[in-house]
């Protein structure tokens, strides 16, 4: 079975920090992988997705950026973090057939605080 | 323009009572599917239902069923027999061009509803 992984769990930074979150996939080979971002009290911004190793799509232009080095790798960094910022981190991955029905299955998050 | 629309922002209801959370959406395609997430305290966004456009009938899983009303562009999920367990945000997502964006499985969220279920 597929599992997926996030770290770390809860972060704590200051403004002006760089940043690097990581998540990885286990059980499924050339998933596609995405993030999203979500406010407190909000839905789910998604930020980045990738469809294979190097390739990467933003969504939203900002200070963040992110990086697929191996195929079950998704990580996500900042060279200077701002206090918006602040969120919680969704990692998600799905198979990539491009069927209609392609379940998106979320990681267990990372909850950053910038201050 | 809201892609997708959850009016409820907070819901109470009675143990083992049936709940319907509205999702309206907004889109122009012919071919998309609509998603249905659980979000307890603990933060993991849960799969719960999927409905595809082109579906003749309601999904059904377990006490999950969607209420889809394809010219009223509505999704409502239906829990039948609520349990304290079930008490959790609730978000509707959309999937559009599922014939175009192949390899690309964007999703596009609400706002999300909080559930909660009262003994």
């Known amino acids: 079975s597929q599992t997926i992984h996030q770290w770390p769990a809860t972060l704590v930074q200051p403004v002006g920090s760089p940043l690097s979150l990581e998540c990885t996939v286990e059980?499924?080979?050339?998933?596609?992988l995405y993030w999203y971002r979500q406010a407190a009290g909000r839905g789910l911004q998604l930020l980045f997705y990738s469809v294979g190793i190097g390739q990467i799509s933003s969504e939203v232009p900002q200070n963040l950026s992110a990086s697929r080095p191996q195929d079950r790798q998704f990580i996500l960094s900042s060279k200077k973090l701002l206090l918006s910022d602040s969120g919680f981190y969704l990692c998600a991955w799905s198979l990539g057939r491009g069927v209609a029905k392609e379940t998106q299955y979320f990681g267990p998050g990372t909850r950053l605080l910038v201050l | 323009a809201q892609k997708i629309t959850q009016t409820q922002p907070g819901m109470f209801v009675q143990e083992k009572e049936a709940v319907t959370l509205d999702c309206t959406y907004d889109?122009?395609?012919?071919?998309?599917?609509l998603f249905w997430y659980k979000q307890p305290s603990s933060g993991e966004m849960i799969f719960l239902i999927y409905q595809g456009s082109y579906d003749e009938q309601n999904a059904t899983e377990g006490r999950y069923s969607l209420n889809f009303q394809k010219a009223r562009k509505s999704a409502n999920l239906v829990i039948s027999a609520s349990q304290l367990g079930d008490s959790a945000m609730y978000f509707c997502?959309?999937?559009?061009?599922?014939?175009?964006?192949?390899?690309?499985?964007?999703?596009?969220f609400g706002t999300g509803t909080r559930l909660t279920i009262i003994p």
């Open positions: 997502a959309m999937r559009e061009n599922v014939m175009v964006n192949f390899g690309n499985e964007k999703l596009t």
């Open positions: 059980g499924t080979s050339n998933p596609n």
């Open positions: 889109t122009s395609d012919q071919s998309y599917g």
